[in-house]
T-cell receptor
Framework: GQSLEQPSEVTAVEGAIVQINCTYQTSGFYGLSWYQQHDGGAPTFLSYNALDGLEETGRFSSFLSRSDSYGYLLLQELQMKDSASYFCAVRDQSAPGNTGKLIFGQGTTLQVKP | DVKVTQSSRYLVKRTGEKVFLECVQDMDHENMFWYRQDPGLGLRLIYFSYDVKMKEKGDIPEGYSVSREKKERFSLILESASTNQTSMYLC???????????FGPGTRLTVL
């Protein structure tokens, strides 16, 4: 089967760095994505990694290691507004090729404390 | 900016009622999705559509149906609402970046 695992909760203080891990199990692989969702809001797309390595976008970076079936989201200089849930996602290999159907992890709730 | 809108933010219905949730996107996207989100269960796909009048079941289609008569509009229908369908319903459309989906603001449905 296909599955993603990520921690349910992470806590960090303002100004710190936090890493949210995601391990995946899929029959094929077409990249790992991350989404952010604030409480009561809609998920918003953060990043997509198809190749190994670190991709940086401002304070957020996303890393992928295909050999380890593992990725992480790195948040630097944490701010209170970063308190949210973060989901990793991969393409569902069981779906027709071009449907864009995703499988989401259960989500990691990040709490940033003053 | 891509915009995905949903017809209601909050909805309260009674058991047995037929419920329509509407979703509209303005970027000419072909693929659209309906999810429900419940605490501890993450995002679960109900139905998706990859073209007008085309639909595919997701992971939890029981008790739901969908309609896609126009490319920009994807409707979720609860034929006979039940209390276990109380949930947050999220609509999304697929963007150009791989694995990118744009979500609407969600409809929090309560079935009494």
């Amino acid at each position: 089967g296909q599955s993603l695992e990520q921690p349910s909760e992470v806590t960090a203080v303002e100004g710190a760095i936090v890493q949210i891990n995601c391990t995946y199990q899929t029959s094929g692989f077409y990249g790992l994505s991350w989404y952010q969702q604030h409480d009561g809001g809609a998920p918003t797309f953060l990043s997509y990694n198809a190749l190994d390595g670190l991709e940086e976008t401002g304070r957020f970076s996303s890393f992928l290691s295909r050999s380890d079936s593992y990725g992480y989201l790195l948040l630097q200089e944490l701010q209170m507004k970063d308190s949210a849930s973060y989901f990793c996602a991969v393409r569902d290999q069981s779906a027709p090729g071009n449907t864009g159907k995703l499988i989401f992890g259960q989500g990691t709730t990040l709490q940033v404390k003053p | 900016d891509v915009k995905v809108t949903q017809s209601s933010r909050y909805l309260v219905k009674r058991t047995g009622e037929k419920v329509f949730l509407e979703c509209v996107q303005d970027m000419d996207h072909e693929n659209m999705f309906w999810y429900r989100q419940d605490p501890g269960l993450g995002l679960r796909l109900i139905y998706f559509s990859y073209d007008v009048k085309m639909k595919e079941k997701g992971d939890i289609p029981e008790g739901y149906s969908v309609s896609r008569e126009k490319k920009e509009r994807f409707s979720l229908i609860l034929e006979s609402a039940s209390t276990n369908q109380t949930s947050m319903y999220l609509c999304a459309s697929r963007g150009l970046v791989p694995n990118e989906q744009f979500f609407g603001p969600g409809t929090r449905l309560t079935v009494l």
